[in-house]
């Protein structure tokens, strides 16, 4: 039989897997579900390296064999397409539940009736959903995976927004520009005021689409693979910043040679420009000092950025890297929230992560890493 919703409950809780079983399975869910456990270690990886379509993966936060941390990451790992949902103590309360949210974790409930009714709501909505693609996907009369569709659906139409918003809003700007210079007079005090504001804010949607168009190319362009010495880019980039670094009193600090990797030379300098300019954008009254580090960690490069700036609260660590995500105190500042997006998409174009730690009031350290043979670059130079 061909059911709509393949879960696999990871628990070791005979309780709680007949409830959810019980209520996946009631007659009057439009779909069917079927239900596989896991409560253990051996049934889990067969579970997830077996052949069953799982696509949503529901993880008890009391595994004895494992953190639900590496249990969700091993998920995200070896089934990238499925909704994982954690269940935790009916103790925690909806914003403790809502800071476990995060890459990983899709949906947080608490273990009790209420939740997995509420679970099991879910997953029958889901499942609504995907008949819908099913459909399109029968219309298009191909075989498809379905969130290759869904992907090249939203990127699609970041482009055309970003794209087909450009003339509209240039326009709307020649307009006010025509108002500022043409009717000054007859505005009168309060006209021109709203008229600045006008502006200002035509100037930030600009601002802002510009960097989503920028972003939606980046989703698509092919990386212009090069060997590149990371020292000869740092340096060139630190030059372009060194006039701000010597107002403010600043220094950079390389810490260790930085190695030749196979990049796009163009975009690491982004992410170089991003990390260094943010690092200067958010710094603390303390004189700012910057240190960058490299470091081989099994097959990979791991180039870090450290700066003593305000730092970044803990719940907003993960956000910051969404499109135009920005933190609390970031409101003082210029920018529209896309520069740690755009690292992002650059670093997963070369099949790395981007992540940072950091300590509200003593700094911050943006990692990101590159997957790269030994000696690499040497072979495709030489
Ligand atoms: P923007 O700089 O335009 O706000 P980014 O995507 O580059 O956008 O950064 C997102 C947010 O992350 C910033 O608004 C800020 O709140 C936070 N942030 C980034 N870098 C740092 C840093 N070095 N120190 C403290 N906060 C930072």
């Known amino acids: 039989m061909k059911y709509d919703n393949y879960v696999l409950f990871v628990s070791a809780s005979m309780a709680d897997q007949t409830v959810l079983s019980t209520l996946l399975a009631r007659s009057d869910n439009a779909v069917a579900a079927v239900m596989s456990t896991a409560s253990d270690a051996q049934h889990f990886f067969e579970a997830v390296y077996g052949e069953e379509p799982f696509n949503v993966i529901v993880i008890d936060d009391r595994q004895v064999w494992a953190s639900w941390q590496s249990v969700a990451a091993a998920c995200s790992k070896h089934r990238p397409n499925a909704l994982v949902i954690l269940l935790v103590s009916s103790e925690h309360s909806a914003a403790q539940c809502e800071r476990l949210l995060s890459g990983d974790i899709a949906a947080v409930y608490p273990r009790n009736s209420a939740g997995l009714l509420a679970l099991a709501r879910l997953?029958?909505?889901?499942?609504?959903?995907?008949?819908?693609?099913?459909?399109?996907?029968?219309?298009?009369?191909?075989?498809?995976?379905?969130?290759?569709?869904?992907?090249?659906?939203?990127?699609?139409?970041?482009h055309a927004v970003s794209h087909d918003l450009q003339d509209p809003l240039q326009l709307a700007r020649r307009y006010?520009?025509?108002?500022?210079?043409?009717?000054?007079?007859?505005?009168?005090?309060?006209?021109?005021?709203?008229?600045?504001?006008?502006?200002?804010?035509?100037?930030?949607?600009?601002?802002?689409?510009?960097?989503?168009?920028?972003?939606?190319?980046?989703?698509?362009?092919?990386?212009?693979?090069?060997?590149?010495?990371?020292?000869?880019?740092?340096?060139?980039?630190?030059?372009?910043?060194?006039?701000?670094?010597?107002?403010?009193?600043?220094?950079?600090?390389?810490?260790h040679d930085l190695p030749t990797l196979l990049v796009d030379r163009r975009q690491f300098q982004r992410v170089f420009q991003n990390l260094i300019g943010n690092a200067i954008k958010f710094r603390s009254e303390r004189p700012l000092q910057i240190t960058v580090r490299a470091q081989k960690v099994r097959n990979e490069w791991r180039i870090g950025v450290k700066d003593n700036g305000i730092g970044i609260a803990e719940e907003d660590v993960k956000r910051i890297f969404g499109m135009?995500?920005?933190?609390?105190?970031?409101?003082?500042?210029?920018?529209?929230?896309?520069?740690?997006?755009?690292?992002?998409?650059?670093v997963a174009n070369h099949g790395g992560k981007i992540w940072v730690r950091s300590s509200p009031g003593s700094g911050s350290v943006f990692i990101f890493s590159i997957p790269q043979a030994d000696g690499a670059a040497g072979q495709l130079s030489g």
């Not at 008949?131 to 699609?156: G, I, K, P, T, Y």
């Not at 100037?203 to 060997?227: F, G, H, K």
């Not at 003082?332 to 740690?340: Q, S």
């Open 123 to 158: 997953v029958a909505t889901l499942s609504a959903q995907q008949r819908s693609f099913s459909l399109r996907q029968d219309a298009a009369n191909a075989d498809v995976d379905l969130d290759e569709v869904a992907r090249e659906e939203r990127e699609r139409l970041v």
């Open 176 to 255: 006010a520009a025509i108002l500022n210079e043409d009717y000054d007079g007859v505005l009168g005090d309060s006209g021109a005021k709203v008229l600045g504001h006008l502006q200002f804010n035509l100037n930030r949607t600009q601002e802002m689409l510009d960097e989503l168009l920028d972003y939606s190319r980046l989703q698509s362009a092919r990386p212009e693979i090069v060997p590149v010495d990371l020292n000869e880019l740092f340096a060139e980039v630190v030059s372009l910043y060194q006039l701000t670094l010597d107002e403010i009193g600043g220094t950079i600090t390389q810490q």
């Open 324 to 346: 135009f995500e920005r933190a609390g105190s970031a409101e003082e500042h210029p920018g529209t929230g896309m520069g740690l997006a755009i690292c992002k998409r650059i």
